[in-house]
């Protein structure tokens, strides 16, 4: 089969691997139909995650066709439509039992990680019993490809996590795939201002379109003086990082009000200095983690329903085949205004 395999820091190819097979009975390969790449793809080809070994097939993130079960598999037989988690999880393991799915013993974020990932014709899903949802009749399956990670991702780490309420003025730093699935999944709890902040004007008119209240542009706008002449002088009730990088998160602590909660969601490289000496006095909450995709489930639910619409974060589309050109495309994500790009099989 074909597969998208890293090679070292800056190198990758699409090239020939051997097909996944059945390993341990809790095992499930599945055929992909459609995938996706993440930022997080771009920071392991950076050499970002030195864990990653060189031959690993990427890929977190895709939906598929069951081609095979393990002996022990309950919930899925062989011809069944899958979405596969991010997060692999036991489902039995003490952190599983309390839905930590991201610390699962014998999982958590592995594929395209420590094992091979979905960026291939096939992928093996351990404790696929736990890893997989059946994909509901009818469903849209570009919408699907956005719950695999980042859309629990936005939902869990930043508004579930930032206690985002009715009413509440909130602000989202950073309008990449990760800051539109908080800015979509943030309005199940309909906060009364949604001010998204970014330097690409072309992410913000789209944040506008899924319904930011007010953007503000890095480099153009005094973002932390227009949102506290926006909140009274007050600040915002939840400030959500979603970049990664140490100005973000000091956006994110200025901007916090009283009571409230900074929520962050990048993944960081670099340690950030908490002003503990500002803080201290405005009883705030921060809050931080990996995704557990425990919400996939509420997630499916909300999609069928028409709750919410994450396709629209889709913006190209490709055949596995030409994946090398989806990466370049996706790499130059504010020259492309490129979003999300679907890759289909
Ligand atoms: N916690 C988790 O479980 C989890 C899961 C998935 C992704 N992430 C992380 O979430 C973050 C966002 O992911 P993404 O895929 O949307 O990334 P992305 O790189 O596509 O988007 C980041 C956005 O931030 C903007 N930006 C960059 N510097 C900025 C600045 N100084 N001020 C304001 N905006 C700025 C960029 O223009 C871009 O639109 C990443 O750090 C990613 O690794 C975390
Ligand atoms: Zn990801
Ligand atoms: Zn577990």
Not at 2 to 23: C, H, M, R
Request: with cysteine; charged share 20%.
């Amino acid at each position: 089969m074909k597969a998208l395999v890293y090679q070292g820091p800056g190198k990758k190819d699409w090239i020939e691997k051997s097909k996944p097979t059945v390993q341990k009975p809790t095992d499930v390969i599945v055929r992909i139909t459609k995938t996706t790449i993440c930022g997080t793809d771009l920071h392991i080809l950076k050499g970002d995650t030195p864990e990653v070994p060189e031959g690993l097939t990427l890929g977190h993130e895709g939906i598929g066709i069951v081609e095979e079960v393990g002996d022990a598999v309950k919930n899925f037989n062989k011809g069944d439509q899958v979405l596969i988690s991010c997060i692999t999880s036991c489902g039995a393991c003490p952190n599983c039992k309390r839905q930590l799915y991201a610390h699962c013993n014998d999982g958590g974020w592995i594929l395209g990680h420590l094992i091979d990932g979905t960026q291939a014709e096939y992928v093996r899903i351990p404790h696929g019993d736990n890893s997989l949802y059946p994909i509901p009749e009818g469903a849209d399956e570009e919408a699907l490809v956005m719950l695999s990670d980042i859309m629990p991702t936005g939902f869990e780490i930043g508004v579930q996590y930032g206690h985002v309420k009715p009413g509440d003025t909130i602000a989202i730093v950073g309008a990449g795939p990760v800051g539109m699935s908080v800015l979509l999944t943030a309005q199940f709890y309909s906060p009364g201002r949604i001010i998204m902040v970014d330097m690409d004007e072309n992410r913000l008119a789209a944040a506008t379109k899924f319904g930011a209240t007010h953007t503000l542009q890095v480099g153009k706008d005094d973002v932390v003086g227009e949102i506290m002449a926006l909140t009274d002088g007050l600040g915002v009730d939840v400030a959500i990082e979603a970049v990664g990088v140490p100005a973000t998160f000091d956006t994110c602590q200025k901007i916090v009000s009283a009571g409230g909660s900074v929520a962050n969601v990048g993944v960081h490289g670099k340690p950030v200095e908490l002003h503990i000496e500002d803080l201290w006095i405005k009883n705030i909450n921060i809050s931080m983690g990996l995704v557990n995709t425990n919400t996939t489930p509420m997630l499916l639910k909300t999609l069928q329903s028409g709750k919410v619409d994450p396709a629209q974060l889709v913006t190209h589309r490709f055949k596995l085949d030409d994946i090398l050109d989806a990466y370049e495309v996706f790499a130059n994500a504010a020259r492309e205004k490129a979003m999300k790009v679907v890759i289909s099989a």
